[in-house]
T-cell receptor
């Protein structure tokens, strides 16, 4: 049971570099999410996709873009990385976007120098 | 503004010493309250969903309860393997699909 799989697990970037974080789920869920987790801040929603073909901004979308490639895959792109984007990024999925528990991957630890 | 506050920030227990973690929330129209467990270096692991005041859910040594303003996660006779950070999150009408997370309670259980 893979659940939600994120790649890579770790990455170090230089300021200004670009990168795409990958996420795939095998639970046939309709909704997918990207969060970042910072010390003392809790988890904050970056973007979400309520269903295939739709994406919407969350609480902290600036500096990020997303693509819902198909029902299984949801990627997060940093076009020009900044040190403030150093964080742990989590992808999650749920059956749908209303009242359903979200299931998380194990995260991508991203450092931007 | 929708808010979720967890207390205490950290809790140290002896094995077998029962206690409770608190999650208080101020939201407009609660649609669901979720408890997660997070181990170091891992993603949050779903534990419970509570939808209405008075509802209770149990799993092994854990029991979650919900009132109109707060939720408690009761841990009965904890073991060292219960050591983790416990996160509370709510979904509310005005927040749309987003989960609003608290900052978590880090539980350490020593033998």
């Amino acid at each position: 049971n893979a659940g939600v799989t994120q790649t890579p697990k770790f990455q170090v970037l230089k300021t200004g570099q670009s990168m795409t974080l990958q996420c795939a789920q095998d639970m046939n869920h309709n909704s997918m999410y990207w969060y970042r987790q910072d010390p003392g801040m809790g988890l904050r929603l970056i973007y979400y996709s309520a269903s295939e073909g739709t994406t919407d901004k969350g609480e902290v979308p600036n500096g990020y873009n997303v693509s819902r490639l198909n029902k299984r895959e949801f990627s997060l792109r940093l076009e020009s990385a900044a040190p403030s984007q150093t964080s742990v990024y989590f992808c999650a999925s749920s059956v749908d976007s209303r009242n359903q528990p979200q299931h998380f991957g194990d995260g991508t630890r991203l450092s931007i120098l | 503004e929708d808010q979720v506050t967890q207390s205490p920030e950290a809790l140290r227990l002896q094995e077998g010493e029962s206690s409770s973690l608190n999650c208080s929330y101020t939201v407009s129209g609660l649609r669901g309250l979720f408890w997660y467990r997070q181990d170091p270096g891992k993603g949050p692991e779903f534990l419970f969903t509570l939808y209405s005041a008075g509802e209770e859910k149990e799993k092994e040594r854990l029991k979650a309860t919900l009132t109109k303003k707060e939720s408690f996660l009761h841990i009965t006779a904890p073991k060292p393997e219960d050591s983790a950070t416990y996160l509370c999150a709510v979904q509310a009408d005005q927040a749309g699909t987003a989960l609003i997370f608290g900052k978590g309670t880090t539980l350490s259980v020593s033998s």
